[in-house]
Antibody
Framework: EVQLVQSGAEVKKPGESLKISCEGS????????IGWVRQMPGKGLEWMGI????????KYSPSFQGQVTISADKSISTAYLQWSSLKASDTAMYYC?????????WGQGTLVTVSS | QSALTQPASVSGSPGQSITISCTGT?????????VSWYQQHPGKAPKLMIY???NRPSGVSNRFSGSKSGNTASLTISGLQAEDEADYYC??????????FGGGTKLTVL
Protein backbone atom coordinates (compact mmCIF):
# COMPACT_ATOMS: atom_id res chain seq x y z
CA GLU A 1 0.00 0.00 0.00
CA VAL A 2 1.39 3.37 -1.05
CA GLN A 3 1.62 5.77 1.89
CA LEU A 4 3.00 9.24 2.39
CA VAL A 5 3.34 10.17 6.06
CA GLN A 6 4.08 13.77 6.93
CA SER A 7 5.59 15.26 10.07
CA GLY A 8 3.41 16.82 12.73
CA ALA A 9 1.97 20.28 13.14
CA GLU A 10 4.35 23.13 13.84
CA VAL A 11 3.95 26.48 15.62
CA LYS A 12 6.73 28.96 14.87
CA LYS A 13 7.53 32.64 15.24
CA PRO A 14 8.23 34.97 12.31
CA GLY A 15 11.87 34.79 11.27
CA GLU A 16 12.38 31.22 12.50
CA SER A 17 13.43 28.38 10.22
CA LEU A 18 11.52 25.16 9.64
CA LYS A 19 11.87 21.87 7.80
CA ILE A 20 8.90 19.53 7.40
CA SER A 21 9.07 16.00 6.06
CA CYS A 22 7.18 13.47 3.95
CA GLU A 23 8.13 9.78 4.17
CA GLY A 24 7.08 7.46 1.37
CA SER A 25 6.47 3.74 1.65
CA UNK A 26 4.87 0.93 -0.33
CA UNK A 27 6.56 1.85 -3.62
CA UNK A 28 10.02 2.58 -5.04
CA UNK A 29 10.58 6.09 -3.67
CA UNK A 30 13.29 6.97 -6.17
CA UNK A 31 11.09 6.26 -9.20
CA UNK A 32 8.39 8.88 -8.61
CA UNK A 33 8.37 12.65 -8.23
CA ILE A 34 7.14 14.14 -4.96
CA GLY A 35 5.24 17.42 -5.14
CA TRP A 36 4.38 19.95 -2.44
CA VAL A 37 1.06 21.79 -2.32
CA ARG A 38 0.03 24.70 -0.11
CA GLN A 39 -3.47 25.36 1.15
CA MET A 40 -3.90 28.58 3.07
CA PRO A 41 -6.78 28.76 5.56
CA GLY A 42 -10.09 28.63 3.72
CA LYS A 43 -8.38 28.80 0.34
CA GLY A 44 -7.57 26.56 -2.61
CA LEU A 45 -4.64 24.35 -3.57
CA GLU A 46 -1.40 25.88 -4.86
CA TRP A 47 1.39 23.88 -6.49
CA MET A 48 4.75 24.78 -4.97
CA GLY A 49 7.26 22.50 -6.64
CA ILE A 50 8.51 18.97 -7.14
CA UNK A 51 11.56 16.83 -6.59
CA UNK A 52 12.71 13.57 -8.15
CA UNK A 53 14.33 11.68 -5.28
CA UNK A 54 16.34 9.52 -7.67
CA UNK A 55 18.62 12.40 -8.61
CA UNK A 56 17.22 15.34 -6.59
CA UNK A 57 16.15 17.16 -9.76
CA UNK A 58 13.92 19.97 -8.55
CA LYS A 59 11.49 22.42 -10.12
CA TYR A 60 9.68 25.28 -8.40
CA SER A 61 6.59 27.29 -9.16
CA PRO A 62 7.64 30.87 -9.95
CA SER A 63 5.45 31.93 -7.02
CA PHE A 64 7.55 29.92 -4.58
CA GLN A 65 11.01 30.07 -6.17
CA GLY A 66 13.42 31.50 -3.62
CA GLN A 67 10.85 31.31 -0.82
CA VAL A 68 11.24 27.62 0.05
CA THR A 69 13.68 24.78 -0.55
CA ILE A 70 12.65 21.27 -1.54
CA SER A 71 15.05 18.41 -0.90
CA ALA A 72 15.05 14.65 -0.43
CA ASP A 73 17.05 11.91 1.26
CA LYS A 74 16.52 8.79 -0.81
CA SER A 75 18.29 6.62 1.77
CA ILE A 76 15.33 7.11 4.12
CA SER A 77 12.62 7.66 1.44
CA THR A 78 11.87 11.14 2.72
CA ALA A 79 11.25 14.46 1.02
CA TYR A 80 11.49 17.83 2.74
CA LEU A 81 10.13 21.34 2.49
CA GLN A 82 12.01 24.04 4.32
CA TRP A 83 11.96 27.73 5.08
CA SER A 84 14.91 29.82 6.26
CA SER A 85 12.84 32.68 7.61
CA LEU A 86 9.13 32.17 8.14
CA LYS A 87 6.50 34.86 7.70
CA ALA A 88 2.99 35.04 9.08
CA SER A 89 1.76 34.57 5.52
CA ASP A 90 3.35 31.09 5.49
CA THR A 91 0.59 29.91 7.82
CA ALA A 92 -1.08 27.10 5.91
CA MET A 93 -1.58 23.38 5.51
CA TYR A 94 1.14 21.81 3.41
CA TYR A 95 0.61 18.55 1.56
CA CYS A 96 3.07 16.30 -0.17
CA UNK A 97 1.85 14.09 -3.00
CA UNK A 98 3.30 11.48 -5.27
CA UNK A 99 3.33 13.25 -8.56
CA UNK A 100 3.53 12.25 -12.18
CA UNK A 101 1.08 13.80 -14.62
CA UNK A 102 -1.30 13.64 -11.67
CA UNK A 103 -1.13 13.68 -7.89
CA UNK A 104 -2.20 10.12 -7.14
CA UNK A 105 -1.33 9.66 -3.45
CA TRP A 106 -1.34 12.40 -0.84
CA GLY A 107 0.10 12.80 2.62
CA GLN A 108 -2.17 13.73 5.50
CA GLY A 109 -0.87 17.30 5.56
CA THR A 110 1.28 19.32 7.95
CA LEU A 111 -0.25 22.42 9.51
CA VAL A 112 2.26 25.23 9.89
CA THR A 113 1.25 28.18 12.06
CA VAL A 114 3.48 31.25 12.15
CA SER A 115 2.56 33.76 14.83
CA SER A 116 4.35 36.12 17.15
CA GLN B 1 0.80 31.06 -14.11
CA SER B 2 -2.79 31.96 -13.24
CA ALA B 3 -5.07 29.48 -11.54
CA LEU B 4 -7.53 27.59 -13.70
CA THR B 5 -11.06 29.02 -13.52
CA GLN B 6 -13.77 27.03 -11.75
CA PRO B 7 -17.21 28.14 -10.54
CA ALA B 8 -17.12 28.96 -6.85
CA SER B 9 -20.11 26.78 -6.10
CA VAL B 10 -22.56 24.33 -7.64
CA SER B 11 -25.48 22.50 -6.12
CA GLY B 12 -27.84 19.68 -6.91
CA SER B 13 -30.40 17.38 -5.35
CA PRO B 14 -29.78 13.72 -4.59
CA GLY B 15 -30.03 11.63 -7.73
CA GLN B 16 -29.41 14.55 -10.07
CA SER B 17 -26.32 15.17 -12.20
CA ILE B 18 -24.03 18.18 -11.96
CA THR B 19 -21.07 19.37 -14.02
CA ILE B 20 -18.13 21.43 -12.82
CA SER B 21 -16.09 23.29 -15.41
CA CYS B 22 -12.38 24.08 -15.37
CA THR B 23 -11.21 26.68 -17.87
CA GLY B 24 -7.59 27.25 -18.72
CA THR B 25 -5.64 28.34 -21.78
CA UNK B 26 -3.85 26.88 -24.79
CA UNK B 27 -0.78 26.67 -22.56
CA UNK B 28 -2.30 24.21 -20.12
CA UNK B 29 -5.73 22.55 -20.41
CA UNK B 30 -5.97 23.19 -24.14
CA UNK B 31 -2.61 21.68 -25.01
CA UNK B 32 -2.28 18.70 -22.67
CA UNK B 33 -4.43 15.76 -21.66
CA UNK B 34 -2.96 15.90 -18.16
CA VAL B 35 -6.06 17.23 -16.43
CA SER B 36 -7.01 15.74 -13.09
CA TRP B 37 -9.82 16.24 -10.60
CA TYR B 38 -9.64 15.99 -6.81
CA GLN B 39 -12.26 15.76 -4.10
CA GLN B 40 -11.56 17.30 -0.71
CA HIS B 41 -13.78 16.88 2.31
CA PRO B 42 -13.38 19.37 5.19
CA GLY B 43 -10.25 18.69 7.20
CA LYS B 44 -9.08 15.95 4.86
CA ALA B 45 -6.40 15.60 2.23
CA PRO B 46 -7.45 15.80 -1.44
CA LYS B 47 -8.36 12.53 -3.17
CA LEU B 48 -7.75 11.83 -6.84
CA MET B 49 -11.03 11.24 -8.70
CA ILE B 50 -10.12 11.62 -12.41
CA TYR B 51 -6.76 11.70 -14.19
CA UNK B 52 -5.65 12.25 -17.78
CA UNK B 53 -9.01 13.96 -18.47
CA UNK B 54 -11.18 10.85 -18.50
CA ASN B 55 -9.63 8.07 -16.40
CA ARG B 56 -10.90 6.92 -13.00
CA PRO B 57 -8.49 5.42 -10.47
CA SER B 58 -9.38 2.05 -9.07
CA GLY B 59 -12.02 2.38 -6.38
CA VAL B 60 -13.58 5.61 -7.61
CA SER B 61 -17.27 5.34 -8.41
CA ASN B 62 -18.27 5.30 -12.07
CA ARG B 63 -20.70 8.11 -11.20
CA PHE B 64 -17.69 10.38 -11.70
CA SER B 65 -16.63 11.15 -15.26
CA GLY B 66 -14.38 13.66 -16.98
CA SER B 67 -14.22 15.30 -20.38
CA LYS B 68 -12.50 18.13 -22.22
CA SER B 69 -13.31 20.46 -25.07
CA GLY B 70 -10.77 23.03 -26.14
CA ASN B 71 -9.46 24.94 -23.13
CA THR B 72 -12.20 23.70 -20.80
CA ALA B 73 -12.31 20.45 -18.88
CA SER B 74 -15.37 19.20 -17.03
CA LEU B 75 -16.20 16.87 -14.18
CA THR B 76 -19.66 15.32 -14.16
CA ILE B 77 -21.13 13.60 -11.14
CA SER B 78 -24.26 11.60 -11.83
CA GLY B 79 -26.70 10.19 -9.29
CA LEU B 80 -25.65 12.74 -6.67
CA GLN B 81 -25.29 11.41 -3.15
CA ALA B 82 -24.93 13.23 0.14
CA GLU B 83 -21.35 11.96 0.48
CA ASP B 84 -20.39 13.81 -2.72
CA GLU B 85 -20.71 17.13 -0.90
CA ALA B 86 -17.14 18.44 -0.87
CA ASP B 87 -14.75 20.83 -2.56
CA TYR B 88 -13.51 19.85 -6.01
CA TYR B 89 -10.30 21.00 -7.68
CA CYS B 90 -8.94 20.52 -11.17
CA UNK B 91 -5.27 20.55 -12.09
CA UNK B 92 -3.31 20.66 -15.32
CA UNK B 93 0.23 20.38 -16.56
CA UNK B 94 1.46 23.55 -18.26
CA UNK B 95 3.79 24.51 -21.08
CA UNK B 96 6.21 25.91 -18.48
CA UNK B 97 6.69 22.37 -17.11
CA UNK B 98 4.78 23.33 -13.99
CA UNK B 99 1.37 22.37 -12.65
CA UNK B 100 -1.58 24.62 -11.87
CA PHE B 101 -4.75 24.05 -9.85
CA GLY B 102 -8.18 25.52 -10.27
CA GLY B 103 -9.59 27.79 -7.60
CA GLY B 104 -11.93 25.07 -6.35
CA THR B 105 -15.69 24.49 -6.44
CA LYS B 106 -17.87 23.85 -3.42
CA LEU B 107 -20.51 21.23 -4.20
CA THR B 108 -23.63 21.34 -2.07
CA VAL B 109 -26.07 18.43 -2.15
CA LEU B 110 -29.48 19.93 -1.34
Amino acid sequence: EVQLVQSGAEVKKPGESLKISCEGSGYTFTNYWIGWVRQMPGKGLEWMGIIYPGDSDTKYSPSFQGQVTISADKSISTAYLQWSSLKASDTAMYYCARQGATFDYWGQGTLVTVSS
Amino acid sequence: QSALTQPASVSGSPGQSITISCTGTRSDVGDYNFVSWYQQHPGKAPKLMIYDVINRPSGVSNRFSGSKSGNTASLTISGLQAEDEADYYCSSYTSSSTWVFGGGTKLTVL
